[in-house]
């Protein structure tokens, strides 16, 4: 009986503890290029489990000691850490890591995409390098920015990315129009299109005339200050004020130039506003 | 019963508790990791300055991201992957679950514990970049059986951008040092 | 035996009905106060002023419309089909959607042979529940009494072309896949110019302006959160209808939004949020806002009333009136709302009123009018 239970004990205390112990070690690079192949080497030690994880892949096999398993180039795309575990009794690991390959490819964030004219740092750009394996490349590279507007080069500004990206700031054009964004590096070229639109309206004017019922009323062409039409569709209001109370209208530009309409008797004081620009008042009589 | 037969029985007993206990210690649980703390310093963000609302929303943003991240792992589901990552991080968080269901490995990730630094913080705040020191247990699990547990350190590069309500991680990728 | 339970059920029936009929009618018989209710072929004779305007707008409530136009006036001068589009509208106007409710009066004035009364008459509209207070005159005609019902002016605008060369955005969406980057329209850029926050018996009320620096249309609205002195969040609410939501380049709408309930003593401050969208959108129908003034209503209370004129050749089905007002210093100490129930047909015009508190009334030194507006056919 004692000799029965002495027996016990061993086999769960050595069951608990693992029998074999690997005598080699797994060899494994420390580091890898994505869509590189590699070899791992392993010790000869018998039958044993494989198993690799890492991003997006998760494999396991069974191979034979001393076998040396072959990685392929799909299998390490994605940049990462790498664990390689095998398993015979105990399990040994070591860890790896993969690598962004060379850029294949440019991504370019630009904003706005509308902006006023002549605002100072009013366009930002921002480019960040990946492999053809969606890798962030974090190696610094040269990325070039251009602003090009009506096929003039207006800004060329060389940069270097750091940490993986690159950037610019610029004073937007003088002048209404598209302004092309280019990021360049080596052969790769992103382009984005910013709208240069004009400012808010400046000298609003406006004039009138009586008509039958009240009085028409018309602004003069509506200009930035840079002289920059501001663009159709803009909303200006106007304001009549007189002995029947207030009258508004908010009235878009077309072409150009807002009108309206407005009932009024008597003495009337009318003006103009649009956005938060005044514009000047005119004082008119409606004569019966 | 004997007295022998009765010890016998007792000592076979006592022996296969212990090594049940022992056993079940190992075996995978269910309960989820709940300690897991998140730092960001940003006063090496730049050019623009991160606000400290924005600041609130990643630190928070983040923190749900690596829950949904280590369940996802462990669990084998894709689910929690919808929402806190898109693009290439989701990707290939993606990629890993369906290799795992496939393989019938799974992961844990415990007692996580990330250190965030805001490296980039774009002009018109649409991206981030973070470098996070993590540090947490890796547990390797192959068909519900441990075959690894060792506690790591990871650097990794994350981008993350503003989504419809959250920030999102866009890009988790580890390197060997920042 | 089997017969007993529906005859039970029956005679239960029975008896109730009769029990409502004349609970209802001892309700009626409260001086001042009447309140629509009457079943079919039950009406009780127009005997008295009350009784006859009870009798009229019970039935418009049930569109019993024959029966209600019996009770208008001969000398009223209008035909049925004009009584009835009165009270239904037309032109797919707020009133087209809407169904009386209930309505209650009083009397201003009562002689031998003429009444005259004032009613609030409450809608139930796609917007919302909608007062109205209109007087009634009533004749006696023999032992009846009849409403005299005012004949509608409609505007007789002539058959025209009227050109839409007004600007119109359209919204493009990319073709090409979801490339980080690549989708290169940001969202329009609005500003808030103002912020008010007062409390009122109602609860706080936080309100100011929102214009549209940018170049194309924007969808907005406007949120607010009030947050204790520790910064925690005590409420959050938006906006709503009291904003105009489409605002073209440069336009300036009021917002306002409502805490009920709540009040401002434990807030320490107000986060606010404006959203802006793309959307297509044109810029027509102008609508003008002529002859604002702020009078006073039947009821002695504050309001600010006007005319909107359709200048386009589009008909608005329903005009949203959002009113802004001022103090001395240019702050803005209110916003008021209100849905005009007709549509606005081209080339013509149609009154408005809002309510002004009686609070804010006195302060009032300006106010600025701006006119939301929802039409069936627009895509």
Same mark, same amino acid.
């Given at each position: 009986?004692?000799?029965?239970?002495?027996?016990?004990?061993?086999?769960?205390?050595?069951?608990?503890?693992?029998?074999?112990?690997?005598?080699?070690?797994?060899?494994? $690079?420390? +580091?890898?290029?994505?869509?590189?192949?590699?070899?791992?080497?392993?010790?000869?030690?018998?039958?044993?489990?494989?198993?690799?994880?890492?991003?997006?892949?998760?494999?396991? +096999?069974?191979?034979?000691?001393?076998?040396?398993?072959?990685?392929?180039?799909?299998?390490?795309?994605?940049?990462?850490?790498?664990?390689?575990?095998?398993?015979?009794?105990?399990?040994?690991?070591?860890?790896?890591?993969?690598?962004?390959?060379?850029?294949? +490819?440019?991504?370019?964030?630009?904003?706005?995409?509308?902006?006023?004219?002549?605002?100072?740092?009013?366009?930002? !750009?921002?480019?960040?390098?990946?492999?053809?394996?969606?890798?962030?490349?974090?190696?610094?590279?040269?990325?070039?920015?251009?602003?090009?507007?009506?096929?003039?080069?207006?800004?060329?500004? $060389?940069?270097?990315?750091?940490? !993986?990206?690159?950037?610019?700031?610029?004073?937007?054009?003088?002048?209404?129009?598209?302004?092309?964004?280019?990021?360049?590096?080596?052969?790769?070229?992103?382009?984005?299109?910013?709208?240069?639109?004009?400012?808010?309206?400046?000298?609003?004017?406006?004039?009138?005339?009586?008509?039958?019922?009240?009085?028409?009323?018309?602004?003069?062409?509506?200009?930035?200050?840079?002289?920059?039409?501001? $663009?159709?569709?803009?909303?200006?209001?106007?304001?009549?004020?007189?002995?029947?109370?207030?009258?508004?209208?908010?009235?878009?530009?077309?072409?150009?130039?807002?009108?309206?309409?407005?009932?009024?008797?008597?003495?009337?004081?009318?003006?103009?506003?649009?956005?938060?620009?005044?514009?000047?008042?005119?004082?008119?009589?409606?004569?019966? | 019963?004997?007295?022998?037969?009765?010890?016998?029985?007792?000592?076979?007993?006592?022996?296969?508790?212990?090594?049940?206990?022992?056993?079940?210690?190992?075996?995978?649980?269910?309960?989820?990791?709940?300690?897991?703390?998140?730092?960001?310093?940003?006063?090496?963000?730049?050019?623009?300055?991160?606000?400290?609302?924005?600041?609130?929303?990643?630190?928070?943003?983040?923190?749900?991201?690596?829950?949904?991240?280590?369940?996802?792992?462990?669990?084998?589901?894709?689910?929690?992957?919808?929402?806190?990552?898109?693009?290439?991080?989701?990707?290939?968080?993606?990629?890993?679950?369906?290799?795992?269901?496939?393989?019938?490995?799974?992961?844990?990730?415990?007692?996580?514990?990330?250190?965030?630094?805001?490296?980039?913080?774009?002009?018109?705040?649409?991206?981030?970049?973070?470098?996070?020191?993590?540090?947490?247990?890796?547990?390797?699990?192959?068909?519900?059986?441990?075959?690894?547990?060792?506690?790591?350190?990871?650097?990794?590069?994350?981008?993350?951008?503003?989504?419809?309500?959250?920030?999102?991680?866009?890009?988790?990728?580890?390197?060997?040092?920042? | 035996?089997?017969?007993?339970?529906?005859?039970?059920?029956?005679?239960?029936?029975?008896?109730?009905?009769?029990?409502?009929?004349?609970?209802?009618?001892?309700?009626?018989?409260?001086?001042?106060?009447?309140?629509?209710?009457?079943?079919?072929?039950?009406?009780?004779?127009? &005997?008295?002023?009350?009784?006859?305007?009870?009798?009229?707008?019970?039935?418009?409530?049930?569109?019993?419309?024959?029966? /209600?136009? &019996?009770?208008?006036?001969?000398?009223?001068?209008?035909?049925?089909?004009?009584?009835?589009?009165?009270?239904?509208?037309?032109?797919?106007?707020?009133?087209?959607?809407?169904?009386?409710?209930?309505?209650? &009066?009083?009397?201003?004035?009562?002689?031998?042979?003429? /009444?005259?009364?004032?009613?609030?008459?409450?809608?139930?509209?796609?917007?919302?529940?909608?007062?109205?207070?209109?007087?009634?005159?009533?004749?006696?005609?023999?032992?009846?009494?009849?409403?005299?019902?005012?004949?509608?002016?409609?505007?007789?605008?002539?058959?025209?072309?009227?050109?839409?060369?007004?600007?119109?955005?359209?919204?493009?969406?990319?073709?090409?896949?979801?490339?980080?980057?690549?989708?290169?329209?940001?969202?329009?850029?609005?500003?808030?110019?103002?912020?008010?926050?007062?409390?009122?018996?109602?609860?706080?009320?936080?309100?100011?302006?929102?214009?549209?620096?940018?170049?194309?249309?924007?969808?907005?609205?406007?949120?607010?959160?009030?947050?204790?002195?520790?910064?925690?969040?005590?409420?959050?609410?938006?906006?709503?209808?009291?904003?105009?939501?489409?605002?073209?380049?440069?336009?300036?709408?009021?917002?306002?939004?409502?805490?009920?309930?709540?009040?401002?003593?434990?807030?320490?401050?107000?986060?606010?949020?404006?959203?802006?969208?793309?959307?297509?959108?044109?810029?027509?129908?102008?609508?003008?806002?002529?002859?604002?003034?702020?009078?006073?209503?039947?009821?002695?209370?504050?309001?600010?009333?006007?005319?909107?004129?359709?200048?386009?050749?589009?008909?608005?089905?329903?005009?949203?009136?959002?009113?802004?007002?001022?103090? &001395?210093?240019?702050?803005?100490?209110?916003?008021?709302?209100?849905?005009?129930?007709?549509?606005?047909?081209?080339?013509?015009?149609?009154?408005? @009123?809002?309510?002004?508190?009686? @609070?804010?009334?006195?302060?009032?030194?300006?106010?600025?009018?701006?006119?939301?507006?929802?039409?069936?056919?627009?895509?």
């Amino acid at each position: 009986m004692r000799r029965i239970l002495v027996w016990m004990a061993v086999c769960v205390i050595q069951a608990l503890s693992g029998g074999i112990v690997l005598a080699q070690d797994l060899h494994a $690079p420390a +580091s890898v290029t994505a869509g590189d192949e590699m070899t791992i080497s392993t010790p000869a030690t018998g039958n044993a489990t494989f198993y690799l994880v890492g991003p997006g892949i998760s494999r396991r +096999s069974s191979i034979t000691g001393g076998e040396t398993i072959r990685l392929r180039p799909d299998d390490l795309r994605n940049a990462g850490r790498y664990m390689v575990l095998l398993c015979s009794g105990t399990c040994q690991s070591t860890a790896f890591y993969v690598n962004a390959a060379t850029p294949g +490819s440019l991504t370019f964030l630009v904003h706005p995409s509308r902006v006023p004219v002549s605002q100072p740092d009013a366009i930002s !750009g921002v480019a960040l390098p990946f492999d053809q394996f969606h890798n962030l490349v974090l190696t610094p590279v040269a990325v070039d920015f251009h602003l090009t507007s009506s096929k003039a080069l207006v800004l060329s500004q $060389p940069a270097s990315t750091r940490n !993986g990206v690159a950037w610019f700031r610029a004073t937007s054009g003088k002048s209404a129009g598209m302004l092309e964004v280019t990021a360049m590096l080596g052969d790769l070229s992103v382009r984005r299109v910013v709208q240069q639109v004009a400012s808010d309206p400046c000298n609003l004017s406006i004039t009138g005339q009586q008509v039958r019922g009240g009085f028409l009323v018309r602004t003069v062409p509506v200009r930035d200050c840079a002289g920059d039409a501001v $663009p159709d569709g803009t909303i200006v209001s106007f304001t009549a004020t007189g002995a029947n109370g207030k009258s508004t209208v908010d009235a878009p530009l077309k072409h150009g130039i807002a009108q309206a309409q407005i009932a009024a008797s008597g003495d009337t004081v009318i003006s103009v506003a649009s956005g938060v620009v005044m514009g000047n008042e005119l004082h008119l009589r409606n004569q019966p | 019963m004997t007295r022998q037969a009765r010890c016998a029985s007792h000592a076979f007993f006592a022996l296969f508790s212990l090594a049940a206990f022992l056993c079940c210690g190992s075996l995978p649980g269910r309960a989820g990791d709940s300690t897991l703390s998140v730092q960001l310093d940003t006063s090496r963000a730049g050019p623009r300055v991160v606000e400290s609302l924005t600041r609130q929303r990643i630190l928070r943003d983040y923190r749900f991201a690596w829950r949904s991240l280590s369940e996802a792992v462990e669990f084998n589901t894709l689910n929690p992957l919808n929402g806190p990552f898109v693009g290439d991080a989701k990707r290939w968080l993606s990629e890993t679950v369906t290799s795992q269901q496939k393989s019938g490995i799974s992961q844990r990730y415990t007692h996580q514990s990330h250190e965030l630094g805001a490296v980039f913080y774009a002009p018109e705040g649409d991206v981030i970049e973070l470098h996070d020191t993590a540090r947490y247990e890796l547990e390797i699990f192959d068909a519900g059986k441990a075959v690894d547990s060792q506690p790591i350190v990871v650097h990794y590069v994350v981008l993350m951008t503003p989504g419809s309500d959250r920030w999102v991680i866009r890009q988790l990728q580890a390197v060997p040092q920042f | 035996m089997k017969l007993a339970l529906p005859l039970i059920l029956v005679g239960v029936t029975v008896g109730l009905m009769a029990f409502g009929l004349a609970a209802n009618r001892r309700a009626g018989g409260t001086v001042g106060v009447a309140e629509g209710a009457a079943l079919p072929g039950l009406t009780p004779k127009s &005997s008295t002023p009350e009784q006859g305007l009870t009798n009229l707008l019970s039935a418009v409530r049930r569109h019993s419309w024959d029966q /209600a136009f &019996s009770i208008v006036s001969k000398s009223s001068g209008i035909d049925e089909p004009s009584f009835i589009q009165g009270w239904i509208g037309s032109n797919g106007s707020l009133r087209s959607f809407s169904n009386l409710e209930s309505f209650d &009066s009083r009397p201003l004035h009562i002689t031998n042979d003429e /009444a005259y009364f004032r009613v609030r008459l409450r809608w139930t509209t796609p917007v919302g529940p909608v007062d109205d207070v209109r007087d009634f005159r009533l004749l006696r005609n023999g032992e009846t009494w009849e409403v005299v019902w005012p004949k509608t002016q409609v505007s007789n605008v002539p058959a025209q072309v009227i050109p839409v060369t007004y600007l119109r955005w359209d919204l493009v969406t990319g073709s090409a896949k979801d490339e980080w980057g690549s989708q290169n329209v940001d969202a329009p850029r609005v500003r808030i110019i103002s912020m008010n926050a007062v409390d009122t018996a109602e609860g706080a009320v936080v309100m100011g302006e929102v214009v549209n620096e940018d170049t194309i249309p924007a969808f907005i609205n406007v949120n607010a959160t009030l947050l204790d002195a520790k910064g925690n969040a005590i409420d959050d609410e938006n906006s709503f209808d009291k904003i105009a939501h489409i605002l073209l380049p440069k336009q300036v709408t009021p917002y306002r939004i409502d805490f009920p309930n709540f009040s401002l003593k434990n807030v320490q401050n107000v986060r606010m949020n404006v959203k802006a969208a793309l959307v297509p959108a044109s810029a027509d129908p102008v609508i003008g806002v002529m002859n604002q003034k702020v009078a006073s209503d039947a009821q002695g209370e504050s309001i600010l009333q006007g005319d909107l004129f359709n200048e386009s050749g589009q008909t608005v089905n329903i005009p949203h009136v959002i009113a802004s007002f001022y103090d &001395s210093n240019g702050k803005v100490i209110w916003v008021s709302d209100g849905y005009v129930d007709r549509a606005l047909l081209p080339q013509s015009s149609e009154p408005f @009123a809002v309510q002004i508190p009686q @609070a804010v009334a006195a302060k009032v030194q300006n106010f600025h009018v701006v006119v939301n507006q929802y039409s069936l056919d627009r895509s």
